[in-house]
């Protein structure tokens, strides 16, 4: 059964709106307190997990057509989002293993589609 | 007494590594299996109502949603898997927590073609071969990098 092309857009998106997830979490982890309702008000871990389920749901819709042997891997396109976000908000350091992971990871998924049939 | 300091340090880092690494490990066994629990999950769940449908078809709808089980399963240890994740990264280093972290990617694989019945085929090893060094590179510690 050929994984259609919708589905792989769809899980690519999904991993899209879950690098904001881990975005927030991050932002909301640095305020982070020991204090219960400081941890409920705490609005930057709840759109942290927003984001998360979202992607979730949209992961979800995505799967329904197609196979996970095609579209499970293709979630690692999040480490690219993530890692851009990293660089761009949190001023995090784009090193030589960022470089070769990510080049590594979009090799694999481009592979991953010539078997795609 | 300042060897002595540094040994037990040293001997916790290690405990702590393998608790580490022992977690992420749980972490992928129960990701894996959230895949499979959705999967089976969504196979039972009733075509989702057209744009001319009404309200009531929408909310049986989504009863079927809520009430599926293996989809609540699933979800479940979805969330389980990560907040093990996070607690697991506190205590390990993270080019060591990398390459099995994407040992998911190869349970899911193999799990779907033996309990889904999918196809496997030369491409997609070598894709998902080359994704997980691809994951397990993104974790070394760079000489500039930091976590």
Redesign the interface.
Known sequence: ?KTPLSSILLVIFASFIGSFGAVFLKAGADKLERNLMRLLLNWRLAAGIFF?LTS?VIY?IA??NG????L??MV?MG?LWT?LWARLIFH??F????F?????????????????? | MSVDTETVSTLTTKRNQTKANLMVGGCTVLGAAA?ML??RG?LH?PPAPGGGAGLEAWLVFLLGVVTNLP?FLG?SC?GLS?GLLVLALRYGELSVLYPIIALT?VW??IL??VL?G????????????????????????????K?
Request: no cysteine; hydrophobic share 45%.
């Open positions: 059964m998360y979730f979800t799967i329904r196979e996970l042997t095609i499970y891997p690692s480490y890692l995090e350091p090193t030589r293993s960022k070769a992971g990510i080049g590594l990871i979009l090799t694999g998924v481009v592979i991953l589609n010539l078997g795609n049939r | 895949q959705i999967k969504l769940l989809l979800l979805y990560t990617y899911v694989s779907s073609v889904l999918e196809t496997t085929n030369p491409f997609k090893i070598a894709g998902l071969i080359v994704i997980v060094a691809g994951v397990a590179v993104l974790g070394r510690t760079g000489p500039k990098a976590g």
